[in-house]
């Protein structure tokens, strides 16, 4: 369970993973050593999964954005199985959820222009064992992005 300190430490973490952690200390009301403590049990524990640099996908030739929704043909065990692994080995696939409704799975995916979709389209997704149906729509404008999770206030701080 998360204490007010942890998430204090997380919230400004998400916001600049590069904070020393005597800046962080000094943030979150504690002397470094604990606070090195903290962070450190936050990572053994699983909560801090990495440290990364966020980057610009347009600025570094990604400016395309497509959703994905994928039906199979059956669901079952090695068929969920075999497109999870297909997926997980994609380069562009940002994201991927097994879903509920009438859809199996969202993706989504970067691409630098039509060309590379069309190619992840057919020379992949298509060639996947099991995919019954596709459906793509593009991003025309990113209205919002956040990574950071809402940590501080609101329902979740409810014990």
Same mark, same amino acid.
């Given at each position: 369970m998360l204490d007010d300190i942890d998430r204090h430490i997380?919230? %400004? /973490?998400? =916001?600049?993973?590069?904070?020393?952690?005597?800046?962080?200390?000094?943030?979150v009301g504690l002397s470094a050593t604990p606070c090195a403590r903290r962070v450190? %049990? /936050?990572? =053994?524990?699983?909560v801090i999964r990495r440290h990364v640099s966020l980057l610009d996908a347009t600025q570094v030739g990604l400016p395309v954005s497509v959703f994905i929704s994928v039906t199979l043909e059956r669901q079952t065990?090695?068929?969920?199985?075999?497109f999870e692994e297909a997926v997980s080995s994609y380069p562009e696939v940002m994201e991927c959820y097994l879903m509920t409704g009438t859809l199996d799975y969202m993706?989504?995916?970067v691409?630098?222009?039509?060309?590379?979709?069309q190619h992840f389209l057919l020379d992949r997704l298509?060639?996947?064992?099991?995919?019954?149906?596709?459906q793509s729509s593009f991003a025309l404008k990113q209205v919002q992005y956040k990574t950071a999770l809402p940590l501080m206030g609101g329902a979740s701080?409810?014990?």
């Open positions: 997380l919230s %400004l /973490l998400q =916001e600049n993973a590069r904070l020393s952690i005597v800046d962080l200390a000094s943030q450190k %049990l /936050l990572e =053994e524990r699983g065990e090695s068929t969920l199985r075999c993706l989504r995916i691409v630098p222009d039509l060309e590379a979709y298509t060639q996947i064992p099991g995919v019954a149906n596709i701080d409810e014990h």
